[in-house]
């Protein structure tokens, strides 16, 4: 009927029509009282309930710009050119604005405030890790760095240290399946791909009595799916310097079923394949379906490769150094709410590492695999004011490691494994207004077995967890915690500071066993936390750990290889550590200008023998301030300044000459200097500072949209320390520096559709 | 509003914790000893040095200290002593051929008016049984060295290496193994070189030499003013001449 009243109208003459649909870019859902006017002139209109608008212009018009406008979606121009018609038909897609997302993200973050005992944990959404300033892409470690109580090794990692804590004291769960190492070879981007997460949670404090499997943190990390409401494929595109990634997701209309695949690739192999035998890739998947409407299942899968094959120029069938290096998770987690007032979880997965290392073909070859096999249920239901959760949950671990050269040497150890059973209890209640208590305990029986090692483990640990929060007002509460962590494997590997915070490709971990309890920590908290105004949430909160053990790998292991009980029991030297320390954090999280500044104060120090030094972790200030700010024409910038006291670190204080005891000729004077090292990191790197820039402009292309952003990473190109050498060609010899990374400019192309 | 104060304490409250003071830390002088007992050397020879400063100048040509007073004693009482050589810090034994295998000797050694003192025991004898001083090995088929088992060897250990192109500043590659033998000829690509002569040692050690060498922990002294190592090692080397 419209059509019929818009060509009788076109007939009369003298007049151009341009009409059409206005929907919601995601649900693809017909937008109702969109404003619409025509830049320059008096004329516009409103869509009605089906998004259909219509606009009758002058006809010596031969184009128009139409603005389209609606609170809580983005703006959007649309040039229309006539060519001579009368008629024109166009559909709009509107997007929805960051500042309506991040309403929504507050309005969650409120009633979590308002519902858990403890302080909010940490997190992070997708567009902080997209928007901020990045190294080459946006990376969920990168990001977490500049959160209160996170420190890192160096420009060149994405380890994260919590609080003092070691990176392996960190358990990471994708979809509540532990993820072994969460980055790729040698640390320099994570393993996290933005595109494929949901949301991060990361636990400093009153971490739950479920996690009882690492001392330090829990960083929670859920993949995404697809929002149901969307019709037809959405994904996103992204090419980068480095890497070049998709993400494909749709609804599909069986059980209300939706999934996400994401896939992740380097590309500079391709490119310089002498110059950088090189590549790294990663994939996700998440499938979720309501089989009814209490149940949901959800499938998730991540894999991720580094390979490494160098070559000998001369001869191309000579392996210099070969690295293969995977990591795996697949998790199943089905979800049954019975009513509003309960839920069942059941969760099953397995995670795997694997790592091959090859030097000169077979001369050095050393290959680990660590499997965990992980089955999982909770319950948790409201009664009589209570909010009550206990599970269930086995974990498996076998290890298998071999090192061998063809000249004779090959240890094969392949009879380790660990398992550890869990049942907790956890509850939550009120017992008068304003205080909310949390309370729980965690009972593990844990088992380890080595044939090769002759250990054996078989005990049972108790944790426990108190949490209680005062609520001053609607908006702010003052939260304090405590509890027990344990630990049931550690890494053998050199020192952090021997490692210079770079991650090794070999990662052998240990199941502690014989006369090696767990590694355990007591953590109390105290803090305070909610928001000045509607824009301004702050945090702040105190923190005091004690580590009662912990193992070190040691310099005085008797490598009696015959005997591998005896290396076992020296392979470790037990230590003790602490660390205190403030978080604080101001977070504006509304309105065109957002960003947070989070200041830690930190001191971490651990035990050698009676003696205690400075931890590397141990950065007394560090102080991050991050801006994004939405200008006009549909541009967004950030800006990350970083500042951190310096690395703690051992100093040379003089040389010697090293001559070694054993060579075959008399005539020899061979010897070269080694350095006399001080008291253990009781020295200073410089200041850490770097200013970080980023620019990001959307560009909209009918129902989608291409985003450019440029990043500076170390704008100043500030030379931060990352150690120090000695060069011995000069006498005496020069101190020289080692940088971490210089200035590097990125630019990224990500296309959504 | 006053709960909003408990921020600003905290805040003020760091102030007190802000100021930290790193000095220099103290630069300890040491004599760095080097005196490893060579059961099949004609000669026994001794280092005497010191460590330095990073920023002090080692003057050129000196490998050390002079006016050292370096005597071994062997069990039945025999002194051997030591002379300054023509190097600064450098010393031989006076006498030749007077360290045994399976032996003890008590060495003592006065630099500068400070008395350093270690015992030692020399390991067993140790010998290549195969291949023979310059045997030809292919690298197509290469053969497995033999030795005998060392008394004396600390946990029983070997270090076999195999030096490139036989000279001492050449390249070399050094395994440990607690076997007596080895193929170490068997990684053909780490041999480019063919045609050409290869030198092979393998080596016994004891304590203080082995955790010197092997954990490159150069402090094996006792006293506080000392580092470095007195010990013993026996060693045996042949040539092969490696073909393709």
């Known amino acids: ?753 | 509003m006053k709960y909003n104060s408990i921020l600003t304490v905290f805040l003020i409250s760091l102030l007190f914790f802000s100021c930290e003071s790193v000095t220099e830390g103290p630069f300890e002088h040491k004599y760095v000893i080097n005196l490893v007992l060579r059961p099949n050397m004609k000669i026994q020879k001794a280092y005497v040095d010191s460590t330095y400063r990073l920023d002090a100048t080692v003057p050129e040509g000196s490998q050390g200290i002079s006016d050292a007073e370096i005597i071994a004693i062997n069990e039945e009482q025999d002194t051997f002593k030591f002379s300054e050589s023509d190097t600064t810090g450098i010393y031989y034994s006076d006498d030749s051929m007077w360290v045994k295998y399976n032996d003890r000797y008590f060495v003592q050694i006065n630099v500068e008016g400070h008395q350093i003192e270690e015992e030692v025991n020399t390991p067993g004898s140790l010998l290549i049984h195969s291949p023979s001083n310059g045997d030809t090995i292919s690298l197509d088929s290469p053969e497995i060295v033999y030795w005998n088992s060392c008394e004396g060897s600390f946990d029983d250990m070997y270090n076999a290496s195999v030096f490139f192109e036989g000279e001492i500043d050449s390249f070399y590659i050094s395994l440990l193994t607690q076997d007596t033998s080895l193929n170490v000829f068997s990684a053909k690509y780490l041999f480019p070189n063919v045609d050409t002569f290869y030198t092979l040692a393998v080596m016994a050690m004891d304590e203080n030499c082995f955790k010197s060498d092997v954990y490159f922990d150069y402090d094996q002294l006792d006293e506080d003013f000392a580092m470095g190592v007195i010990g013993a090692v026996v060693l045996d080397t042949i040539k092969v001449w490696v073909t393709e």
């Open chain 1, 1 to 753: 009927m419209i059509y019929l009243f818009i060509y009788l109208f076109l007939s009369a003459g003298g007049y151009k029509v341009v009409t059409g649909t206005v929907f919601d870019a995601a649900s693809k859902e017909p937008l109702p009282m969109v404003n619409i006017v025509v830049e320059g002139t008096e004329r516009g209109t409103t869509t009605d309930n089906s998004g259909y608008y219509s606009i009758i212009l002058p006809d010596t018009l031969k184009k128009v710009k139409l603005v389209c406008s609606m609170m809580g979606y983005k703006k959007v121009e649309r040039e229309i050119f006539f060519f001579g018609k009368d008629y024109v038909k166009t559909d709009i897609a509107m997007s929805i604005t960051t500042l309506k997302s991040q309403g929504i993200l507050v309005s969650a973050k409120r009633k979590k405030f308002r519902e858990s005992a403890t302080i909010t944990p940490a997190s992070l959404s997708t567009d902080d890790m997209l928007i901020l300033p990045s190294f080459q892409e946006g990376d969920l470690m990168r990001t977490l760095e500049a959160l209160p109580g996170i420190t890192k090794a160096s420009d060149y990692s994405t380890d994260i240290a919590v609080r003092g804590g070691s990176p392996d004291q960190n358990l990471v769960l994708l979809d509540d399946i532990p993820l072994l190492k969460p980055f790729h070879l040698s640390g320099i981007f994570s393993a996290f791909n933005v595109n494929a997460i949901k949301n991060i949670e990361l636990h400093k404090s009153g971490i739950p009595a479920e996690y009882d499997a690492a001392l330090s943190s829990v960083l929670d990390v859920k993949t995404k799916g697809v929002d149901r409401d969307i019709k037809g494929l959405t994904g996103v595109f992204s090419l980068g310097f480095l890497s070049a990634g998709a993400t494909i997701g749709s609804p599909v209309p069986y059980l209300n079923t939706n999934f996400l695949f994401t896939v992740r690739r380097t590309y500079i192999d391709k490119i310089i394949p002498d110059e950088m035998p090189y590549y790294f890739y990663d994939g996700y998947l998440h499938i979720e379906s309501d089989i009814t409407n209490s149940w949901t299942v959800v499938l998730s899968g991540f894999k991720s490769k580094d390979f490494l094959d160098m070559r000998d120029e001369d001869n191309e069938d000579v392996q210099i150094v070969g690295i293969d290096w995977d990591n795996n998770v697949m998790g199943v987690n089905i979800f049954h709410s019975g009513d509003n007032e309960s839920l069942l979880h059941f969760s099953s997965g397995w995670s795997k590492h694997s790592f091959h290392f090859g030097f000169m073909d077979t001369i050095f070859v050393t290959n680990g695999v660590i499997d965990i096999a992980n089955l999982g249920m909770d319950y948790s239901r409201a009664f009589r004011g209570h909010k009550l959760k206990f599970g269930l949950n086995d974990e498996y671990r076998p290890f298998k490691y071999d090192i061998s050269s063809n000249m004779g040497i090959n240890y094969e150890y392949k009879d380790i494994w660990s398992n550890r059973a869990v049942g907790f209890l956890e509850d939550e209640f009120s017992p008068m207004k304003d205080l909310l208590l949390s309370g729980g305990i965690a009972l593990t029986h844990y088992y380890s077995e080595s044939v090769e090692f002759d250990q054996n483990k078989s005990a049972f640990f108790r944790s426990y967890r108190l949490s209680a929060k005062y609520f001053i007002n609607e908006i702010k509460a003052l939260t304090i915690s405590l509890g027990n962590y344990h630990q049931y494997e550690v890494p053998l590997v050199p020192g952090e500071s021997e490692t210079g915070g770079m991650s090794l490709p070999f990662y052998y971990l240990i199941p502690l066993g014989g006369e090696n309890s767990p590694e355990e920590a007591h953590h109390f908290n105290l803090g305070y936390e909610g928001w000045l105004n509607e824009s301004f949430y702050f945090s702040l909160e105190g923190y005091y750990r004690i580590y009662n053990r912990l193992y070190k790998m040691s310099e005085d292991a008797e490598i009696d290889i015959e005997n591998a009980n005896d290396y076992y029991r020296t392979m470790f030297d037990e230590n003790e550590g602490d660390a205190y320390g403030i978080d604080f954090l101001l977070k504006k999280e509304i309105g065109k200008l957002r960003g947070w500044l989070s200041y830690t104060f930190l001191k971490s120090r651990v035990s050698s023998g009676d003696e205690y030094y400075p931890s590397v972790w141990d950065r007394t200030h560090n102080l991050y301030l991050i801006l994004f700010a939405m200008l006009p024409k549909e541009w967004e910038v950030g800006v990350q300044f970083a500042f951190s006291t310096g690395n703690p670190f051992t100093t040379s204080l003089g040389r010697y000459r090293y001559r070694e005891s054993g060579t075959p000729y008399d005539n020899d004077n061979t010897n070269w200097w080694m350095e006399l090292r001080g008291e253990k990191n009781a020295f200073r790197l410089p200041s850490y500072l770097r200013l970080d820039i980023s620019a990001t402009k959307t560009f909209y292309f009918g129902n989608n949209e291409l985003d450019l952003k440029l990043s500076l990473y170390n704008a100043l190109n500030r030379k931060n320390v990352w150690f120090y050498y000695y060069d011995y060609d000069e006498e005496p010899p020069v101190r020289e520096t080692f940088n971490m990374l210089p200035i590097v400019p990125s630019i990224e192309f990500i296309y959504r559709f």
